[in-house]
């Protein structure tokens, strides 16, 4: 994807072997913008999760795992990832399950439109529903999934800032050993998650809020249809008038999406404020470390963070039954 | 690599492929059935020029592997005039000159004709918001919003 | 003003274009769609370091994989420029089909054929390069230092050897008049440096080529290009071939803004591999391939203006400095045009340009809609709101005290192609596009506070119609048409000019439909290639309507005096009594004598007859050199709002108002003003192809998102848009048209620039003005720093 620049992941691929076939074959670093898809594999469409995890163990570190295949199949198609199976969860339908009745719970090949579109997302999940709605172009939505743009570790990934300030786990399978951790610990660095070879992302659970919580994401990019410059994406708890907890988490501003702990104390147990926000916004300038690239500089990026969480708090706390900060 | 022999339905015609796993919807549709309306602009995603629906979700056949829609019903541009006769979207695009070099025209009528599936009376904002990733360089992309727009009346 | 007699059945009307159907049905044919029998698939080998000689290409592997491979050991030594337009005297060619020396990153060093595109694939991997990797330049500061590694030693200026000193491909002064003189004699003085960015085309279509051997040792080529003639001249002189052997096919083009003025450097690759292999062979670059291929000249301007206290121009002064990249298109026209189009905007009784252009080790630059003009508009309109500040005089009241107008000298491409001005729509322009904004009541610059700050700006500008004038110039500029009436009275029309998507071909049909006297249905528009058509140059220079149209109605005119005669012979009346005139009921033109109406024919049925009666075809054949080359004004207005904490730009409203003479296509000029504001504003606020500097190699990584090109969300809302066109006729244009297409564009960076000053008391003199800097000069602004240099 547009966010898996070789810069972005340490120019290496999201994962998966590399393999010559040819020996006379040069690996190419420039002009792999191919009308086809080059790169030779073998595509297996299991039609259950057991399925795809038998294959996974059968070609151990030769597989990678596809859902919608626009981040995998760009990487394919510019050779930064070279593989030799290819296991398509796309005909898996019970991951494609979008279900709302207590915590939410997303399938690992729901779509970023099916999550978008979700009324009880756009009501109770606001952060997640406009990150979902906030990606570049409808087609990639329709095609994209939630699952794919965590497992594919882009720091800039949107769904990420946002499930990380709505307190997401992610549930781990390998058919034989099934795991679940909470969303911040998943992300390694560019590219890398504690998915362990084998391993599949089998759905995300996000707890259900409470009336008092209020959520926002915020992003920017160059034009609209872009990949994020900073993204931030703030969960705020209310108590009266007072701050009960709050969640805040940012992408493209350091190598993972990442939670600012930092800075959600803060303003726990008062009553929010433009002076007190502004500290939270410092504090997260303090915590982050951006760098600067064909998209943004650091010292911008440092910037708008500030700005964007502070704009993301009050949507999230007028969201969450506060009135208007002064 | 192994092709594989997979069936689908494009414009309505019943197809019979073998397809490597390598093949992209894209590659087959031009050069197998001759579908070239469908265009290579980026192929990376990034243009929106290569705009199919497969089941009716607007895709982009650059990144779908052929061998995946089996079993799918696949519409081209080709495809959206039945029996000569111009969808009313595409006499829209014409009457509002939504249409200079044309290279984009295909995806931008497709994702149009989806976005109004799905929202028959749409909003400039809608339209905007489903029609986001479609790059075009010429018209500057008013005369489009207004041929989807005046079509929904 | 219209003549009041010109009453108009084709022109004006809105019609569905002629390609349109094909179009939105998916059938029009594009270079890249077409498919021969037989065909190979090409693939370019494209050097990975921006400086570096070759040593030695390997290409045992990929023969070996059945490949036909093509080095510069296979090609003819000869130097060429790719772009054809400058008299010989003035053409500089320093490239070969395939390097010998890797000049920047994605210069073509090999190529390979092979019957599928997958095999083609496979045959490039396994090419083997050896490469002497040199200094990278990319800096074209750095570049003209003693010392630094020469790019090129010496290139070829017509038919002498140059030699490059200092990677200075070219130097050019011109002067008029005395300009101390003019400074000293100056209420107000200003000076700023202003920056344009290297932005890319980002035409949808990427560049292709299919070349198919004939029997005859010809070949026949499909390619992408906006001059068929000049692709056919070029392949001719480097492959020794006589130009009857070459036929070269005008193909639907998927948008261009310059980038196919030149032959697209995969042209004679395709060829070569054709003529050494004997294959028919299509040749199609990626998009990351095409991000390397071309860029618009980036420049560096200085400049100095003075003015009176009475707010008139003394004197100019203008340093340009433009990084070409790796090989000379047209700098030398570029030098010359920046000039020109600045000694247009205003009259300057004395200036003086001094511009230069050096090759650095990144992709060459080239002519982008508007040719030099958005960048020397930029810095113009820019440093005339400072000035107009400075005197405390309304910015609009000091551009029409100062604006080169009817009866002065317009420069349509440089000082050698200069014409007098016989059309003039600009206080129309100006006067309505403040009524449409609300002028009068736009902020105080600087004056607001708060986030969201609101400003009004404007700028104008021009392009010209084509590069005629009185004196042959540098430039070479005619057309050529060849129109038949058919035996049913039906018209072909042969014209070798390119449409890019602006309706030309229509307007052309139009024209002649409207001379004729025929419904503008009744014309066809011809396939057209080398073998069939007249010579035209290409379509550039917004030349289009008025150039190449020029040369149909004049060939339109003769066709119809042949018809008048026949007429006269048929209904024994004086020619000079006839008059042709479109008859809706008979869906054709007939013929008829005004005081004896019964005496009457179609145009079919006196077609007919001449068949039958074997008395010939009616035909004509014409060239025309336009002597005039009118300038198409344009005026933008836009307001914008200012998230000062984001940095972020929305636009709120633009007007946008344009002199194109008669309108011929309407709705199509409108769309070519909605599309100029879009490619405007990415010029403005986000497009950038930037460079890695140490590397020469593109950021973007062949990412088009990367190059930012604007997308639905940029543009404005339906209502905030506001399109008009000034009531105006220029006499030298077919039916009182000029030209449109590049003039919508060029005025736009500037106006935003304004809309931001009004905002927010800054000047912003680097393009494009990101979210980035506007927060960084916020910040600088509140300490004081940037400030207007006054001298
Ligand atoms: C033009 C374009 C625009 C884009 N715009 C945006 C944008 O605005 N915002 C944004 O965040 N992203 C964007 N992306 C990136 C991409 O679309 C998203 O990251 C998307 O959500 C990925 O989902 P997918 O299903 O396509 O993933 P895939 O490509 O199928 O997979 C991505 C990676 O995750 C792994 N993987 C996928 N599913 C699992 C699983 N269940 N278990 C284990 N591993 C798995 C794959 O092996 C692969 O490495 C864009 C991409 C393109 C091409
Ligand atoms: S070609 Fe598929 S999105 Fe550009
Ligand atoms: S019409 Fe040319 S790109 Fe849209």
């Known amino acids: 994807m547009i966010g898996q620049h070789p810069a972005d992941l340490g120019g290496h691929g999201g994962g998966g072997p590399t393999e010559h076939a040819n020996p006379t074959e040069t690996q190419m670093e420039d002009f792999t913008n191919t009308h086809i898809l080059v790169g030779e594999f073998e595509l297996i469409e299991p039609h259950t999760l057991a399925q795809a995890s038998e294959s996974l163990r059968t070609h151990a570190g030769e597989a990678v795992i596809m859902a919608g295949g626009t981040d995998l199949l760009v990487g394919m198609k510019m050779e930064h990832i070279r593989t030799k199976y290819v296991i398509s969860l796309g005909r898996i339908s019970a991951l494609k399950r979008v279900d709302t009745n207590s915590d939410l719970v997303i399938g690992a090949t729901a779509s970023i439109r099916d999550v978008a579109h979700n009324s009880v997302v756009r009501q109770q999940y606001c952060a997640l529903a406009e990150a979902c709605q906030s990606f570049s172009t409808m087609q990639i939505m329709v095609m994209g999934t939630v699952g794919g743009n965590l497992c594919n570790a882009s720091p800039a990934a949107d769904t990420a800032p946002a499930l990380l300030a709505l307190d997401a786990s992610v549930h781990l399978t390998s058919g034989v050993r099934e795991r679940e951790i909470a969303l911040s610990e998943f992300f390694t660095g560019p590219g890398g998650t504690v998915l362990s070879d084998g391993e599949v992302l089998e ?45 805040i988490a940012l992408g493209a501003v350091a190598s993972t999406p990442r939670r600012i702990v930092a800075a959600e104390s803060e303003l726990l147990g008062e009553k929010p404020t433009i002076s007190g926000i502004s500290k939270v916004s410092q504090l997260v300038q303090q915590a982050i470390e951006p760098i600067t690239d064909v998209r943004s500089t650091a010292a911008y990026r440092r910037h708008l963070a500030g700005v964007l969480v502070g704009d993301a708090f009050r949507q999230a706390w007028l969201r969450a039954g506060g009135g208007e900060i002064t | 690599m192994t092709a594989r022999t997979i069936n689908l339905n494009v414009n309505g015609e019943h197809k019979e492929w073998s397809v490597a796993e390598n093949d992209l919807l894209l590659t087959e549709l031009r050069e197998r059935e001759g579908l070239t309306g469908a265009k290579y602009g980026c192929g990376i995603g990034e243009c929106g020029a290569c705009t199919v629906l497969v089941d009716g979700q607007p895709s982009l056949s650059c990144l779908v592997l052929a061998q995946s829609v089996d079993g799918c019903d696949v519409l081209t541009i080709e495809g959206l005039a039945r029996g000569g006769e111009l969808d009313p979207l595409q006499i829209a695009f014409l009457d509002q000159a939504a249409v200079q070099c044309g290279f984009c025209t295909p995806g931008m009528v497709l994702m149009g004709r989806a976005l109004l599936n799905e929202i028959p009376d749409p909003t400039e904002k809608d339209v905007r918001e489903f029609l986001k990733g479609n790059l075009c360089r010429c018209t500057g992309y008013s005369s489009i919003v207004r041929a989807i727009l005046t079509h929904r009346r | 003003m219209v003549p009041e007699q010109q009453q108009l059945h084709s022109i004006g009307q809105a019609t569905w274009r002629r390609d349109g159907q094909a179009k939105v049905t998916g059938a029009e044919e594009y270079v890249s769609d077409i498919t021969l029998p037989r065909m190979w698939h090409a693939r370019v080998l494209r050097s990975p370091y921006a400086h570096a000689r070759i040593v030695h290409v390997d290409t045992s592997y990929a023969e070996a994989l059945g490949a036909v491979c093509l080095t510069h050991a296979d090609i003819p030594k000869i130097r060429y420029n790719e772009r054809i337009v400058s008299t010989p005297p003035h053409l500089y060619r320093d490239r070969y089909v395939l390097a010998d020396k890797a000049r920047h990153v994605g210069e073509a060093i090999a190529a390979v054929a092979a019957p599928t595109e997958a095999a083609a694939e496979q045959a490039l991997r396994a090419l083997r390069v050896e490469y002497e990797v040199l200094e990278t330049i990319t800096d074209p500061e750095v570049a003209m230092w003693d010392g630094t590694e020469p790019i090129y030693t010496n290139v070829q200026l017509g038919d002498q050897e140059l030699s490059i000193e200092h990677n200075i491909a070219v130097q050019r002064t011109i002067e008029l008049g005395d300009i101390e003189h003019g400074f000293a004699n100056s209420a107000v003085i200003l000076e700023r440096e202003f920056a344009t960015s290297r932005i890319y085309h980002a035409q949808m279509e990427t560049k292709g080529v299919v070349c198919r051997p004939e029997s005859d040792g010809g070949i026949t080529v499909w390619p992408t290009a906006q001059s068929i003639h000049n692709v056919r001249q070029l392949l001719g002189e480097i492959y020794s071939l006589p130009l009857h052997k070459i036929n070269v096919k005008r193909v639907p083009i998927g948008g261009t803004f310059g980038s196919s003025i030149q032959m697209n450097s995969v042209i004679p690759i395709c060829v070569g591999l054709t003529l050494k292999s004997g294959k028919t062979i299509k040749l199609v670059t990626t998009r990351e391939e095409d991000m390397y291929d071309h860029v618009r000249y980036p420049s560096r301007i200085r400049l100095k203006l003075g003015a009176t206290k009475d707010g008139l121009l003394t004197a100019g002064h203008m340093h340009a400095l433009s990084d070409i990249g790796a090989h000379n298109t047209q700098a030398f026209a570029f030098l010359s045009v920046l000039s020109g189009w600045w000694a247009s905007l205003y009259k300057l009784p004395a200036m003086k340009f001094e511009g230069k252009a050096v090759y650095t080790n990144k992709t060459p630059s080239c002519a982008m809609q508007g040719f030099g003009n958005p960048q020397a508009t930029f810095a113009v309109e820019s440093l005339m709101d400072d000035l107009a500040d400075a005197l405390g005089i309304d910015p609009v009241e000091f551009r ?175 020619t000079n009594a006839l008059v042709i005139e479109p008859d809706e009921t008979l869906g ?195 300490s004081g720093a940037t400030k207007a240099v006054l001298v």
């Open chain 3, 400 to 574: 029409l005290r100062n604006y080169v107008g009817l009866g002065g000298t317009f420069w349509g491409q440089g000082p050698s192609v200069q014409s007098i001005v016989l059309s003039d729509g600009v206080p129309e322009l100006l006067e309505k596009g403040m009524e449409k904004i609300g002028w009068p009541g736009r902020p105080v610059s600087g004056s607001q506070t708060g986030r969201y700050r609101r400003g009004i700006g404007m700028a104008r500008g021009f392009h010209t119609s084509g590069a005629g004038a009185p004196k042959p110039g540098e430039v070479i500029d005619y057309s050529g048409a060849f129109i038949k009436v058919n035996e049913d009275g039906t018209v072909d029309v042969v014209h070798a000019l390119m449409d890019h998507g602006g309706g030309t071909l229509d307007a052309i049909a139009k024209i002649v439909a409207e001379e004729l006297g025929i419904p503008s249905d009744r014309i066809g528009i011809s396939p057209a290639d080398t073998l069939t058509t007249v010579y035209d140059v290409v379509t550039h220079a917004t030349r289009g309507v008025y150039a190449g149209g020029g040369a149909a109605h004049k060939a339109a005119r003769k066709v119809k005096a042949i018809l008048l005669d026949y007429a006269s012979r048929v209904l024994g009346i004086e």
């Open chain 3, 588 to 782: 054709q033109g007939v013929i008829y004598c005004p005081s004896f109406p019964e005496r009457r024919i179609t145009v079919g049925a006196l077609a007919k007859l001449c068949q039958t009666n074997s008395w010939g075809s009616i035909a004509a054949v014409e060239s025309l050199r336009q002597v005039n080359c009118p300038p198409a004004y344009v005026a933008y207005f836009v307001e914008v709002e200012v998230d000062t904490e984001t940095g972020s730009v929305r636009t709120v409203r633009a007007v946008i108002g344009s002199d194109c003479g008669t309108v011929v296509n309407p709705d199509l000029a409108v769309g070519q003003l909605e599309g100029g504001l879009s490619k405007g504003l990415g010029y403005a606020l986000v497009e950038d192809n930037s460079w890695e500097q140490e590397s020469g190699r593109l950021l973007s990584k062949g990412f088009w998102v990367d190059g930012k090109t604007p997308a639905m969300s940029e543009s404005p809302l339906l209502e905030d848009i506001d399109t008009f066109f000034a009531d105006s006729y220029e006499p030298s244009g077919p039916f009182g048209a000029k030209g449109i297409g590049e003039a919508a564009t060029n005025p736009c960076a500037a106006a935003y620039g304004n809309a931001l000053y009004n905002a927010l008391g800054i000047r912003f003199t680097e393009l494009p003005i990101t979210p980035e800097r506007i927060v960084a000069s916020m910040v600088a602004a509140e």
């Open chain 1, 203 to 247: 759905h995300i659970s996000v707890p259900a809020p409470s009336l008092s919580t209020g959520s926002a994401f915020l992003k920017m990019g160059r034009v609209a249809a872009d990949i994020s410059k900073v993204s931030v994406a703030v969960t705020v708890v209310r108590s009266e008038d007072r701050v009960r907890q709050c969640r």
